[in-house]
């Protein structure tokens, strides 16, 4: 994948999540990427300045135990994300 197809997966991905965090009333504060190619599966996470480590994996792991326990009402916004 060259840097032109990454390029324009990101823009068109990130358009879409930004239309639905306003539609959420929300902001973004985390992002994951994975690596392509001569990255292949390098995990990226991107955190708003500030952000330390140890807060971001507070957040995940509490996001990931909420969903292992079931349907939640605001699950929507998580199965929409693609």
Request: proline share 4%; with cysteine.
């Amino acid at each position: 994948m060259d840097k032109q197809q990454i390029e324009a997966i990101c823009a068109e991905r990130l358009e879409r999540w930004r239309e639905r965090l306003v539609q959420e009333h929300a902001t973004p504060f985390l992002l994951l990427g994975v690596g392509h190619d001569h990255k292949s599966g390098q995990v990226v996470v991107v955190t708003t300045e500030g952000m330390t480590d140890e807060q971001t994996v507070m957040f995940v792991a509490g996001t990931l135990k909420l969903l292992r326990e079931g349907p939640q009402p605001w699950g929507r916004v998580f199965k929409e994300l693609d």
